[in-house]
């Protein structure tokens, strides 16, 4: 079986949110403790990604927790 595109969920998500969707990067890594994703956005929209109280960025981390195969640790990171 194919692995999650969730990076791809994750830009599509941020895209969606931001006024500069250009300025969106994707960076991820895998390692021993499991797959490392970062978002960069463009500063102006960082509240807009995170969310009052980090609500949209916790609701990001649990739907690409979803996506993940049982047992892999997976983790955002917003800069």
Do not use: C, F, W
Not at 10 to 26: C, D, F, G, M, N
Not at 63 to 72: E, F, P, Y
């Amino acid at each position: 079986m194919a692995a999650p595109n969730r990076s791809g969920l994750v830009e599509y998500v941020a895209r969606s949110l931001v006024e500069k969707p250009e300025q969106v990067t994707i960076a991820e890594s895998h390692g021993r403790s499991g797959v490392s994703i970062r978002l960069h956005v463009a500063a102006d929209d960082m509240g807009r990604v995170i969310g009052k109280d980090g609500r949209i960025a916790k609701a990001m981390r649990a739907l690409i927790r979803v996506g993940a195969s049982q047992g892999d640790r997976v983790s955002l990171d917003i800069d």
